[in-house]
């Protein structure tokens, strides 16, 4: 248990809408919202975009009807993550610790850079917020505490005052837990909050306020993780290893309908890639597969298999992923996406080698997978693309380089 550390929680405001208005500076001021796909739902929303009523989650036909003054514009998730990435480098060169949470939050450091910056707590969260702007032209919002929950509620709170900057130390944390919903605390949601309001615990300072027996006897370790982290005992420090994901997905909406089963295993490889990818830069491979299909009706079917050893090759995650598919598929049905879940990953440092496996033919494919990625890194991103193309090409799957290659 580390006590009197300060950090900061920085969240980058509506992140997805403000790398759009990074990329065209012209969306500035204007209602911005950003949809899964071209058939998908609002997954992010500018304020002037709130201010006209746009629900989250919205489907897009109906948001265009109902707020036809509002701009929508397709994720574009590979540009995000570059920014993303450009705004945690600003935050390492200020701290030499810090914890990347999601794609737009970040736990930094805050302990002795007032001695190094010359600033109080405050001063470095305005500082910090002044450089990932100027630095990056993201907006972020900056809470700083002495626990994760703690810096958390401050950033939410934040997010209503002026200088998005708020700071929860000895004089203001009590003041913030008693204006703090107990179901807005982080990791209780709505579903506990009801039961514990059951129990007469309103806000967050009533949660602190009850006997430690008590919230064990209810709650066990959690609940007592969360009251020590709520009155400024940090319990969960910094850490600035890579943790494994739960889980790595990725879909995209179709341009159009379609009940081509040709087309949708194309569109499966594209993502079973862009997923091994992503594990291979973290050095871990999954046991787990899981395909799934939204139709034209947004009714969505899944199914998931355990892989017989842990993969992170393409072709091989694909012969799981295509019967899958196969299961899943009916001819009749329009489909309006598809998707890819990995689970279940073990480090590749880690991994053992399978008595039965053809080891030799793994490490090929691990190299043709680092190479695929060396190809994208130089040249662009799908310079290489993977794909399942029709019965009368004498390749079945392989690598479609341009569309003349699969003639």
């Known amino acids: 248990m580390t006590n009197q550390k300060y950090i900061a929680l920085v969240d980058c ?19 911005v919202s950003v949809v899964s796909g071209e058939r998908g739902c609002v997954i992010a929303r500018s304020k002037e975009a709130k201010q006209l009523g746009v629900p989250m989650g919205i489907p897009l036909f109906q948001a265009v009807e109902k707020y036809p003054e509002c701009i929508y514009i397709p994720a574009n998730h590979y540009a995000y993550t570059k920014i993303s990435k450009t705004v945690m480098s600003v935050l390492k060169d200020f701290s030499p610790n810090v914890q990347i949470y999601s794609i737009d939050e970040a736990f930094v450091d805050f302990t002795g850079l007032t001695k ?7 001063e470095l969260g305005k500082e910090l917020q002044t450089r990932v702007w100027e630095g990056v032209n993201i907006p972020v919002t900056i809470g700083v505490s002495t626990s994760k929950t703690l810096a958390k509620l401050a950033s939410d709170k934040a997010k209503n005052s002026k200088t998005r900057v708020a700071l929860a130390g000895k004089q203001t944390r009590i003041k913030l837990l008693k204006n703090t919903e107990i179901d807005e605390v982080w990791g209780i949601g709505r579903k506990l909050g009801v039961r514990l ?3 007469g615990i309103k806000t967050a300072y009533d949660f602190t306020n009850r006997d430690n027996g008590w919230i064990q006897k209810r709650f066990g370790k959690n609940g007592l993780v969360t009251k020590a982290e709520l009155i400024g005992t940090m319990i969960s420090p910094i850490s600035n290893e890579t943790e494994l994901p739960k889980s790595v997905s ?8 379609t009940s081509d089963l040709n087309f949708l295993r194309n569109e499966l490889s594209i993502h079973i890639h862009s997923c091994c990818k ?14 799934f299909v939204k139709t034209k009706d947004f009714r969505t079917y899944y199914d998931k ?12 995650i694909s012969k799981t992923a295509f019967k899958i598919l196969d299961k899943l598929y009916n001819p009749s049905v329009l489909y309006r996406s598809i998707g890819v879940v990995f689970e279940d990953f073990n480090k590749t440092s880690q991994e053992q080698l399978f008595i039965f496996e053809n080891n030799t033919k793994r490490e090929q494919n691990e190299k043709l997978g680092k190479s695929l990625d060396k190809l994208e890194k ?26 003349q290659d699969a003639e």
């Not at 992503?278 to 395909?291: A, D, E, T, Y």
């Open 13 to 31: 405001d509506s992140f997805f809408v403000s790398c759009e208005r990074k990329l065209n500076p012209e969306l500035n001021g204007l209602p």
């Open 116 to 122: 190094l910056y010359k600033k109080n707590y405050y």
């Open 197 to 199: 309001k059951g129990y």
């Open 250 to 257: 990725d879909s995209k909406s179709f341009l159009e309908f």
């Open 278 to 291: 992503r594990l291979r830069k973290i050095n871990c491979k999954c046991s787990v597969v899981g395909v």
């Open 305 to 316: 298999q355990t892989l017989e050893v842990p993969l992170d090759f393409e072709f091989d």
């Open 378 to 403: 130089k040249f662009g991103r799908n310079i290489v693309r993977t794909g399942f193309v029709d019965k009368e090409v004498p390749f079945k799957q392989g690598f479609l380089t341009t569309p």
